[in-house]
């Protein structure tokens, strides 16, 4: 697991501050050490006012914020910061892992769901990819190394060879581009570029991913869709 | 004794208190209102047919008799007059003179003042051959002739008061006739409809001590008792069968999370003893992880099995493409069904627009398709012929829609098929194979979600797993069955 953290480390170019509003102490004390040893500051709300409160006072990267809160509740309390267009993303956690209730979930102004049990890659991999979106530009052409990837003419090249990709393989390497150094797990990859909500009991991404890997790794030194384990996958460039 | 009575006196107090009782209250106030209205409507005309028959004939008189004045004079008129006033049952008539000295006629008294207003009158009179005592009712028409004679001609009222105090009569009697079967088949209605009230309280009192399984009794008449007692036994009927998922699911959690569960906390107990250095310490948490994520998983399959079954995701249903969801889990599952040298293909050229739940529509395709390739015959089973898995979306009969999972693998015995469903059945040849075995049962709730079913097939060879669906969604299932 140390091994996770310490490269989610090296390549998070910024320290983030996050806000954890949750009323199970056991959970949001481990959180945040978790968060901490990974270099990310957390502070904790146990009730929904509290969690409002500190949200609307202090500059946060991103909330995490529980579904079922006592005072005020998760959803209510997402909605009235985006009425006061505070636009803080926010993940919400729930006991409800329900297709209806994540839809609920988003609707109220949410920017990503994960229902309990969740593991504490999979959070931080979506964490951080919530605090980049923040303020990142969508770009027409993806460079990492000497890998590119053009979204309008759906062209991929690396070394000016031309790589010709499925349209899923594309998908797929284009979400991969965006979050370029990011941890991205099977389930964030299963949602947005299958946009499947189930988990499929046999680990379908994988084989995707190594069919994705040898038409652009293969034959070149330094291959750039790395596995993390225990977690997931990065595009970067390895040195 | 007093018990007795008590019984008795309250259940005239049950009886005062139905609805039937209120009903029958309000029905026999409308039917008296009614024939009070019907009883005034003809007395009214009847008097005033009476009335409109003497004022005619009254008429008539005054009309002769002003005809025999004025050509043979006064003379001729008193020798008139005192002719017909003889007739037997014959009208009344008086002649005076200016001054109201009597000249002619058969009327001894009158109400004072009578003559001296000229028109119509009903008035109080007496004949010459009445006694003292009596006294007559009569409406007369008082003329004033030429040459200042008063002429009164009138006819007794006998007729058309006995005909009011014969209506009047009637309509107490009949008001009491109608009030008094009204009661009585009032009281008669109620107590077979609170007979069958009580055997339905009774019914239901017994349900609700635990007797899930009693029904409301139906008198077979088909009214809207029998159509009440029948929906709500088709209620209890789906209370039950809940139940049964409840209890059954309970117990699957008890039997198929307990055991992975034990041997968790085996595997922990086995690492606090045994391990002694790091690595092993992490090897068995490594493993502990890996349980536990089973463990969520065959957790959230039994949780979306309840809610499936339950119609909770009925909310979510919109229209889709089943054939592009047939697409979509094939290009899924295409490289891994590769990797294994399996050949997956579909078989869905046309648009198939279907109403349901999409989410879970693909879920309960993915875990089909899963089971295909996962119960695949290994290479060294295959004597070089490449295994084939089909996934098929098109119409069926009846508005139906077929989703396909084919393929050539070793099959479920047909003995087998319909306990293959069933949650947590994993049949023997299947031991081997990782997974939670919810797979069917969960694309079983799918299709019952949507008012659909699935089908276990012989593929020859092969298994073929059809989920047969509704066009139109659950609403459109219960209509299919009607």
């Known amino acids: 697991m140390n091994g996770t953290r310490s490269s989610g480390c090296q390549n998070g170019p910024f320290d983030m501050r996050l806000l954890i509003i949750e009323d199970d102490r056991d959970a949001a004390e481990y959180l945040t050490k978790a968060f901490r040893e990974v270099g990310h500051v957390a502070d904790l709300a146990g009730d929904g006012e509290e969690g409002l409160a500190l949200a609307l006072d202090g500059q946060y990267d991103v909330l995490i914020v529980d579904r079922m809160l006592p005072k005020l509740d998760g959803l209510t309390l997402i909605g009235t910061l985006r009425k006061k267009n505070i636009e803080t993303p926010a993940l919400i956690l729930s006991a409800l892992g329900q297709v209806d209730d994540r839809v609920k979930g988003l609707r109220a102004g949410g920017d990503d769901y994960l229902p309990k049990p969740y593991s504490f890659s999979e959070l931080l991999a979506r964490i951080e990819v919530l605090a980049r979106r923040r303020g990142s530009r969508e770009e027409t052409v993806y460079r990492v190394g000497d890998l590119e990837l053009d979204r309008l003419s759906h062209r991929v090249v690396r070394a000016d060879q031309e790589i010709d990709l499925q349209p899923r393989e594309f998908r797929l390497l284009e979400y991969l581009m965006r979050h370029a150094g990011q941890v991205v797990t099977r389930t964030m990859l299963l949602e947005n570029v299958w946009d499947y909500h189930f988990d499929p009991q046999t680990n379908v991404i994988d084989v995707h991913i190594s069919r994705l890997r040898s038409k652009i790794d293969k034959g070149f030194a330094h291959p750039l869709l790395q596995t993390v384990r225990g977690a997931g996958y990065v595009l970067r460039e390895s040195k | 004794m007093t018990v007795h009575m008590t019984a008795h006196v309250t259940a005239i107090g049950k009886l005062l208190r139905t609805t039937a009782f209120r009903l029958t209250l309000v029905y026999l106030t409308l039917f008296a209102f009614f024939a009070a209205f019907v009883l005034v409507y003809f007395a009214w005309n009847t008097r005033r047919l009476i009335t409109e028959q003497i004022t005619e004939t009254v008429d008539t008189e005054i009309q002769g008799l002003r005809e025999l004045y004025s050509q043979g004079g006064i003379r001729r008129l008193v020798f008139a007059i005192d002719e017909r006033a003889v007739r037997p049952g014959s009208n009344l008539y008086l002649l005076t003179t200016l001054t109201g000295e009597g000249l002619a006629g058969n009327v001894d008294s009158l109400s004072p003042g009578v003559l001296d207003t000229p028109g119509w009158t009903e008035t109080f009179y007496r004949r010459f051959e009445d006694n003292e005592q009596s006294q007559h009712h009569a409406l007369v028409q008082v003329v004033q002739l030429a040459g200042g004679f008063h002429l009164l001609v009138g006819r007794d009222l006998e007729e058309r008061d006995r005909m009011r105090a014969i209506v009047l009569a009637a309509g107490q009697w009949s008001f009491a006739i109608v009030i008094l079967l009204g009661l009585a088949s009032g009281v ?240 023997e040849q299947s031991r081997s194979q990782p997974g939670s075995g919810l797979g069917l049962s969960l694309a079983n709730a799918v299709a019952r979600l949507h008012g659909g079913e699935l089908k276990l097939e012989d593929n020859r060879p092969g298994l073929r797993c059809i989920i047969s669906l509704p066009r139109g969604g659950p609403a459109a299932a219960i209509a299919l069955t009607k």
């Open chain 2, 188 to 427: 008669f209605v109620m107590r077979r409809v609170l007979k069958r009230v009580d055997a339905m309280t009774d019914t239901t009192q017994a349900i609700m001590q635990g007797g899930l399984s009693e029904r409301l009794p139906i008198a077979g008449t088909g009214d809207e008792l029998d159509r009440l007692a029948g929906n709500i036994n088709i209620m209890l009927e789906r209370i039950e069968a809940l139940m049964r998922g409840v209890k059954e699911v309970s117990d699957n959690i008890a039997h198929d999370l307990k055991t992975p569960l034990t041997r968790l906390r085996n595997r922990c107990e086995e690492a606090l003893r045994i391990a002694e250095d790091e690595s092993q310490y992490r090897a068995a948490l490594e493993s502990t992880i890996e349980e536990s994520d089973a463990l969520i998983g065959t957790f959230n399959a039994l949780l979306l099995i309840a809610r499936a079954e339950s119609g909770q995701a009925r909310d979510q249903m919109s229209d889709f493409d089943a054939a592009e969801v047939a697409h979509g889990i094939a290009e899924l599952y295409e490289p891994l069904a590769d990797d294994k040298g399996l050949s997956l293909k579909v078989d869905a050229p046309m648009a198939v627009p279907l109403h349901g739940n999409r989410e879970l529509v693909s879920q309960a395709l993915a875990n089909l398709v899963d089971n295909a390739i996962k119960y695949a015959p290994s290479p060294a089973q295959r004597n070089g012929a490449q295994p084939e898995i089909t996934v098929k979306a098109g119409a069926g009969e009846g508005d139906r829609i077929l989703l396909t999972v084919s393929d050539n693998g070793p099959g479920i015995p047909e003995a087998d098929r319909a306990r293959a469903v069933e949650r947590f059945v994993r049949l």
